[in-house]
């Protein structure tokens, strides 16, 4: 499968740039998906640069290009300090995360990612991990539900969603995309249907593969991993992901909270290299439609 198939990389120029790549340089590529940012990072480095790169979806090892340069890693990049640490690979001089779903995962009905597709209720990028999204619609309480709808989903109508879940599960359960469309039929928009299941399926992928907390472990983890003046670049495609990361950014933490030392004093960790996120030109945009949403943002290690 080519990389233009499983998935075309988003400002793929304005990643390597913001990476300010040396040839002998280490660097991580913690999604590595279709290999499209890893295989431009490598075209940039010389015979002695090295990358490592993170997947924990195994569909990933058939992008691997044939080059020694590069260490693959199939685990959640929430083990990058861990990783780096038992390889040797410390410190490095940049971090790339492109937080996007795939292409492919997304067109891959077995994986249960798109709304558009049958197939079971599933969501689980690793699929050796326990929690699947029917998981979450069948045993999550009233209240949880609540919270990851409208948390991860901003779904408007999320109280009467939550109510017509319950009520299926109690007859039966819903463990497969179309059953659960089904059950929630009565509070889909006419004409905005796709919008709304996009919403309501991009909760329960998030909730189901911890995202959030991975993100806030990759950011954290981020500033011992980093050497001086190593570049951080995450592109994101969602407003609490860019709202943690812009926060990180800014304070050294996910919270947005500013710290001082004991001269009172701000800590700060990271200098940011884009005030304001860079997002796709309208060429790229017509291109690929799901880079829409993207914001990149990118800082360089005090």
Known sequence: MTTEVYHLPVMLNECIQGLKIKEDGLYVDVTFGGGGHSKEILKHLGPKGKLYAFDQDLD????????????????????????????????????????????????????????????????????????????????????????????????????????????????????????????????????????????????????????MKALESLLENSASVLEKGGRLVVMSYHSLEDRMVKNFINSGNVAGEVEKDFFGNKTELFKSLTKKPIIPSDEEIDRNRRSRSAKLRIAEKI
């Open 60 to 211: 990933a090892l058939g992008n691997l290009p044939d080059d020694d340069r590069l260490v693959f890693i199939n685990h959640n990049f929430k083990y990058i300090k861990q990783f780096l640490q038992y390889l040797k690979a410390l410190p490095v001089d940049g971090i790339l995360a492109d937080l996007g779903i795939s292409s492919h995962q997304i067109n891959e009905a077995d994986k249960g990612f798109a709304h558009r597709l049958g197939g079971d209720l599933d969501m689980r990028m690793d699929r050796k991990s326990g929690l699947k999204a029917s998981d979450v619609v069948n045993t999550y309480s009233e209240k949880e539900l609540l919270r990851v709808f409208n948390t991860y989903g901003e779904v408007r109508n999320a109280y009467k969603l939550v109510l017509l879940i319950i009520a299926k599960r109690k007859i039966n359960p819903v463990t497969t995309i179309d059953e659960f469309k089904d059950a929630i039929r009565n509070c889909i928009p006419g004409k905005e249907e796709s919008k709304y299941l996009s919403q309501v399926f991009q909760a329960l992928r998030i909730e189901v593969n911890e995202e």
